[in-house]
């Protein structure tokens, strides 16, 4: 089936570095979406990415939708201590039909920024 | 506009009891998810809806789950009888279909099964 692989896992950083993660997937996928879930809440929507090639930037943000369509890319410059949580990258599930919306979602990279 | 409202926001019951679970979606959202997140398991769906009617429950993990969306705007996700291991985060999503797979989702309900 269908699975997104997310990396790192993990990241401790100091504040001000940058952070970069990946997601890959072994399907092809149409649309790339990044999420954010802060400590107590649900995920928010970062990025959406519906092209080959397309790299979208949202302020310190930028997410790439690889050429393959098998891999996403997130970037955030100069971190800051609000970064903090975790990152999801989604994909939409296909099995031939229609997927009516439904996500599959990798298992999530924790940052961690240090003051 | 309001997101996606769930409530409680957290529930603490003993084990054997019934637990129901709300959520309200964005209006004109004609999609609707039930997920559960764990430490272990990360963010699972169990169910979902489309226009009002249920799609896809193989994610539910057994009869003691069952969820309703009686009308556009309200959804319940119940359990019964609660099990220490039902513990976990329970997040209900929605979307529109038509703008893609965009899932905006709730603040989600902590429960607690002692």
Same mark, same amino acid.
């Given at each position: 089936?269908?699975?997104?692989?997310?990396?790192?896992?993990?990241?401790?950083?100091?504040?001000?570095?940058?952070?970069?993660?990946?997601?890959?997937?072994?399907?092809?996928?149409?649309?790339?979406?990044?999420?954010?879930?802060? &400590?107590?809440?649900?995920?928010?929507?970062?990025? =959406?990415?519906?092209?080959?090639?397309?790299? +979208? #930037?949202? %302020?310190? !943000? @930028?997410?790439?939708?690889?050429?393959?369509?098998?891999?996403?890319?997130?970037?955030?410059?100069?971190?800051? &201590?609000?970064?903090?949580?975790?990152?999801?990258? =989604?994909?939409?599930?296909?099995?031939?039909? +229609? #997927?009516? %919306?439904? !996500? @599959?979602?990798?298992?999530?990279?924790?940052?961690?920024?240090?003051? | 506009?309001?997101?996606?409202?769930?409530?409680?926001?957290?529930?603490?019951?003993?084990?054997?009891?019934?637990?129901?679970?709300?959520?309200?979606?964005?209006?004109?959202?004609?999609?609707?998810?039930?997920?559960?997140?764990?430490?272990?398991?990360?963010?699972?769906?169990?169910?979902?809806?489309?226009?009002?009617?249920?799609?896809?429950?193989?994610?539910?993990?057994?009869?003691?789950?069952?969820?309703?969306?009686?009308?556009?705007?309200?959804?319940?996700?119940?359990?019964?009888?609660?099990?220490?291991?039902?513990?976990?985060?329970?997040?209900?999503?929605?979307?529109?279909?038509?703008?893609?797979?965009?899932?905006?989702?709730?603040?989600?309900?902590?429960?607690?099964?002692?």
């Amino acid at each position: 089936g269908q699975q997104l692989n997310q990396s790192p896992q993990s990241m401790f950083i100091q504040e001000g570095e940058d952070v970069s993660m990946n997601c890959t997937s072994s399907s092809i996928f149409n649309t790339w979406l990044w999420y954010k879930q802060d &400590p107590g809440e649900g995920p928010v929507l970062l990025i =959406a990415l519906y092209k080959a090639g397309e790299l +979208t #930037s949202n %302020g310190r !943000l @930028t997410a790439q939708f690889g050429i393959t369509r098998k891999d996403s890319f997130l970037n955030i410059s100069a971190s800051i &201590p609000s970064d903090v949580g975790i990152y999801f990258c =989604a994909g939409p599930r296909s099995a031939g039909g +229609t #997927s009516y %919306g439904k !996500l @599959t979602f990798g298992q999530g990279t924790i940052l961690t920024v240090h003051p | 506009d309001a997101g996606v409202i769930q409530s409680p926001r957290h529930e603490v019951t003993e084990m054997g009891q019934e637990v129901t679970l709300r959520c309200k979606p964005i209006s004109g959202h004609n999609s609707l998810f039930w997920y559960r997140q764990t430490m272990m398991r990360g963010l699972e769906l169990l169910i979902y809806f489309n226009n009002n009617v249920p799609i896809d429950d193989s994610g539910m993990p057994e009869d003691r789950f069952s969820a309703k969306m009686p009308n556009a705007s309200f959804s319940t996700l119940k359990i019964q009888p609660s099990e220490p291991r039902d513990s976990a985060v329970y997040f209900c999503a929605s979307s529109l279909r038509v703008l893609g797979e965009t899932q905006y989702f709730g603040p989600g309900t902590r429960l607690l099964v002692l």
